[in-house]
């Protein structure tokens, strides 16, 4: 039933009903309302929708929650909401979309600092009227920061500037239990304290609520060029990435794409900088990926954007940079073995993204998947099933063998001992 359904709100808690949890809610926050047929998290309904404007509300919220034990979900735009599992319950999603506000931009330290709700895109809008930017790729295209963070979402120029990890030097999250905690500061050398940041960032909200964000910023290119080119065999391909990779050239970022296996892998290549340097550093580029190669001012239609976008199966996988071409190798054979046909596209920095229609056969992937696993093992690689459709997603293990998932429990009872926030979302349950 939905609070619809009922007299105030659906989900009740150890310390009171209906009424208690709405009145709690609503004392909370001014944007309080009962949740609706479509406020689901993986298919899991939820039995409140809040939109907290500041980090006080925010932590009111949490606080209220705490008190009547409910489930709370963060989400910002969305556009990832269905990565990872589905939460073991749910009564609260709390959207970010409220924590908006000013950016606090310092552009003579090259650093800001932005709430959690802002888009990417608007973030960028913001920046490039100092001439700078946050080199996070976005690609769903409505991202926003904290969603970015929760993540752990790099793109294509991951090669060059690093990741989420990389260019975060402070937060602030509310914890389960209301606190609002800080980490890190507003300059790049602050060491002081303990980086929380690093251990939020990819948590997929399993940890707290994240607020605001400072970045480490990057001036914008004057100039900027894109070198493709398109090999029929995946070794050719993969040599030639590795090569620009390795070069002198020092490219921005080095992808590839390939619509299935056996198809032919395009390589592009991203140069940024002055324009007399780029139009060097692209015939240097040239010179590697061979004279066929074009160059251009704009990225190939497929350039930083996921390989599914329509709610297929989508697969992540990491692995040493010098084993592109042998990870693309594992790729077909376990494709072949499991009759799948994935689609690729990634960076040659060591990530690449798998995806397989939304109405392919349940048995597939799930026989995909562990045969993959099993190639890629002794290659160091390693392999997270991003998002899977409901027929799919119980027959797939999503995460796959996690080391270190005895500490990331302990980590998870010291931040969050009642298992409120985003319960069951990471691996191993947490």
């Known amino acids: 039933m939905t609070p ?28 309080v309302r009962p949740a609706g047929e479509g406020d689901a998290v993986s298919g899991v309904a939820a039995s409140w929708v809040v939109t907290p404007r500041s980090a006080e509300e925010a932590a009111a919220v949490m606080r209220a929650s705490a008190r009547h034990d409910l489930a709370v979900v963060p989400t910002g735009a969305g556009t990832k ?8 319950r749910l009564d609260v999603i709390l959207r970010t979309s409220g924590l908006t506000g000013d950016v606090e931009h310092a552009p003579g330290d090259l650093v800001a600092r932005v709430p959690a709700g802002m888009a990417l895109s608007d973030l960028a809008g913001v920046l ?42 402070g937060i602030t999250v509310v914890r389960p239990d209301g606190a609002i905690t800080r980490s890190g500061g507003k300059v790049v050398k602050n060491v002081a304290g303990y980086d929380l940041g690093k251990l939020y960032t990819g948590s997929y909200g399993t940890l707290g609520l994240i607020v605001d964000a400072t970045f480490r910023l990057h001036p914008l290119p004057a100039a900027r060029a894109f070198v493709t080119a398109v090999y029929a065999g995946a070794e050719e391909a993969a040599r030639a990435a590795h090569q620009v990779a ?38 240097a580029v ?8 074009q160059v251009a001012a704009d990225p190939p239609v497929w350039w930083g954007r996921l390989p599914s976008l329509d709610g297929g199966v989508l697969v992540e996988v990491t692995f040493p940079l010098s084993a592109l071409g042998r990870v693309l190798a594992a790729i077909d054979e376990a494709a072949g073995r499991a009759g799948a046909r994935p689609a690729v596209r990634g960076s040659g920095a060591g990530a690449l993204c798998l995806g397989l229609l939304p109405d392919v056969e349940p048995s597939v992937p799930a026989e995909f998947v562990p045969l993959l696993r099993a190639e890629l093992g002794p290659l160091g690689g390693h392999v997270v099933v991003r998002r899977a459709p409901d027929p799919v997603r119980p027959r797939l293990d999503l995460w796959g063998p996690v080391a270190a998932l005895p ?24």
């Open 128 to 169: 490039a009227e100092h001439g700078q930017q946050l080199v996070l790729d976005d690609p769903t295209g409505s991202a926003t920061v904290g969603g970015a963070l929760a993540t752990a979402t790099a793109g294509p120029r991951r090669l060059l500037y690093g990741t989420a990890r990389d260019l975060l030097i």
């Open 246 to 283: 390795g070069s002198q050239a020092v490219a921005s970022a080095v992808e590839v794409e390939r619509t299935g296996p056996g198809a032919p892998v395009s390589v592009a290549v991203l140069l940024e900088g002055v324009p007399e340097g780029v139009a060097a550093r692209s015939q």
């Open 81 to 88: 909401l269905d990565w990872g599992a589905p939460p073991n």
């Open 4 to 31: 619809a359904d009922g007299m105030d709100g659906g989900a009740t808690g150890p310390a009171g009903g209906h009424g208690d949890v709405g009145a709690a809610l609503r004392a909370a926050c001014a944007d």
């Open 407 to 430: 500490l990331m429990r302990r980590v998870k009872e010291r931040f969050d001992p009642g298992y409120r926030v985003s319960p069951g979302r990471f691996a191993g349950g947490i």
């Open 286 to 293: 040239r010179r590697i990926l061979g004279y066929d190669s």
